[in-house]
């Protein structure tokens, strides 16, 4: 999921038109659980992309970006509010 979300930042898709592809793909309509985690994903992608593209370095890569998310649920038991941001 975090892999798709990201490579469709890095593409500058609009992202209406991003999240409807995140749902075709995904199928998360019965779990509101899940369609709250792709949307944190989704988010996340993006925000990564603005900062990205912003800073002075090059694009971060989609498998670097999956695989961050990935050790910071592994490393605080699914909490991954250090990457996702804290939900208010």
């Given at each position: ?5 990201h ?14 592809i995140?749902?075709?793909i995904y ?16 988010d ?6 603005r900062?990205?593209?912003?800073s ?5 890569s ?22 996702l941001?804290?939900?208010?």
């Amino acid at each position: 999921m975090a892999v798709v979300a990201h490579s469709l930042a890095r593409e500058q898709i609009q992202r209406p038109k991003a999240d409807a592809i995140m749902v075709r793909i995904y199928d998360v309509a019965d779990s509101d659980r899940g369609k709250e985690l792709m949307r944190d994903i989704t988010d996340a992608a993006y925000s990564t992309q603005r900062d990205t593209s912003a800073s002075a370095g090059g694009t971060a890569s989609s498998k670097k970006f999956a695989e961050e998310l990935y050790v910071t649920c592994m490393k605080s038991g699914g909490d991954m509010d250090q990457m996702l941001g804290r939900r208010s």
